[in-house]
C-alpha cells in the first residue's frame, strides 16, 4: 500500500481524507459507547474514554481477522466505474462530504452516524460520476437500510425487555447491593459495546482504505486481510476516541434520557447484541443508532417521561437527514472535484 500511496497523489489525498474520517468516528461515534457509564457515574470521564479506545482498537483488530462480510457490503455497495483515476477523485469526494457533514454534526453535540454517512456518500458521488444510479447496487444499499431497521428496533426493544426482566428479579434485593452489581456490569457491558464498535465501523473504513490502495472501484473484490491496514484503522479510531466526544456524551447520556445503573447496564448490553447479530450478518449498522435507542427502550421501561423529546427530536431529525444531505454533499463535492483534479 505504501508504494501506491507515494506513487499517486490522488491516493495519498484519498487515504488522509479516510484516516480523518475514522478520526471523526472515534471523536463522535465512539463516546456513545461510554455515554451511559460516565452519565450514572460508574466511570469518570478519562478512564472511560480510555478504556473505549482500547477495546476500539481490539474490536477492530480482532472482528476484521473473524469475520469481514461488513467490509465486503461496503466495498460493493456502489461502482465508480472503470477509470482508476476518476474513481479515486470521486472517492476522495466522497469522503471530504463526511468530514464536513460529521464535523458540523460534532460541533452541534449530536451523535450523527458516520456509518451511514459513508454510504450516502459513496452513493452521491457515485451518482454524480456515472450520471444516474447505474453505479448503486442497490442490493447491498438497502442491506443497510435493512440493517438500520433491525438493530434500532432490536435495541429498543432488548433494552426495554431486558430492563424490565432485571427490575423483576432484583425486586427484593438492597439498592445499595444492587447498584454494586450493576456498577461493574456497566463497566464491562460498556467495553463491550466499544469492542463492537470497533468490530463494526472498523470494517466499514478498513474496506476504503483498500480501496484507495486498489484503484479498481468501489465495487472491486476485497480478499484476505491487510494487517497493515487494520492496524492504521485500529490506532487513528482509537486516537480520536481519546481526543474528545464530550459534547456527544453529554447530548446522549445526560440530556437525552436519565438511565440508573441497571438501566445503562441493559442498554449497552442490548446494542452490543444488536451489533453483533448484525456484523455476523454483514449488515453495516450505526453504534449510535443501536445504542440510542437501546437507551430510550431502557428509559421507557421505567419511565416514559424520563425521555427527553426535544433530544430525542433533534437526533431524530439529524438520522432523517444524514441520508439525503450527505449524498448531496457527496454529489456536488464530486463535481467540483472532477473539474479541480
Known sequence: MIDVLVSSPIALFSSALTLCVIFV??????????????????????PA?????????????????????????????????????????????????????????????????????????????AVAINSGFGGVNAGE????????????????????????????????????????????????????MSFMHGAQDGQKFIAVLMLCSSFSGVASKLSGSNTYIIALCSAVMALGTLVGGKKIIKSVGMDMVR???????????????????????????????????AMMGAGAAVDRRSINGAVIKDILLTWVLTFPGCALLGFFATKVFLKLF
Not at 471523536?27 to 460516565?38: G, Y
Not at 425487555?161 to 432484583?170: D, S
Not at 445503573?261 to 449510535?288: C, R
Open 25 to 46: 468516528n472515534g471523536l463522535t461515534d465512539a463516546p456513545n459507547a461510554v455515554s451511559t457509564v460516565i452519565s450514572t457515574r460508574c466511570l469518570g470521564l478519562r
Open 49 to 125: 474514554l480510555f478504556m473505549s479506545a482500547v477495546f476500539n482498537f481490539l474490536g477492530v483488530s480482532v472482528m476484521s481477522a473473524l469475520n469481514n462480510s461488513v467490509t465486503m457490503t461496503v466495498s460493493n455497495i456502489v461502482d465508480f466505474g472503470d477509470d482508476s483515476y476518476s474513481s479515486s477523485v470521486a472517492l476522495s469526494a466522497a469522503l471530504f462530504a463526511i468530514v464536513l457533514w460529521a464535523i458540523l454534526a460534532w460541533y452541534f453535540g449530536i451523535p450523527t452516524s458516520e456509518s451511514h454517512a459513508l454510504i450516502a456518500g459513496l452513493t452521491g458521488s
Open 141 to 192: 444499499w438497502f442491506k443497510a437500510v435493512k440493517g438500520l431497521g433491525v438493530s434500532c428496533a432490536f435495541g429498543f426493544f432488548a433494552g426495554l425487555l431486558m430492563c424490565r426482566i432485571i427490575i423483576a428479579v432484583f425486586r427484593n434485593v438492597k439498592r445499595s447491593k444492587a447498584d454494586r452489581f450493576f456498577k461493574y456490569g456497566q463497566i464491562f457491558a460498556a467495553a463491550s
Open 259 to 293: 438511565l440508573e445503573k441497571f438501566q445503562g447496564f441493559s442498554a449497552d448490553l442490548s446494542a452490543s447484541l444488536a451489533l453483533l447479530l448484525s456484523t455476523l450478518w454483514g449488515f453495516p449498522v450505526s453504534t449510535t443508532h443501536a445504542k440510542t435507542t
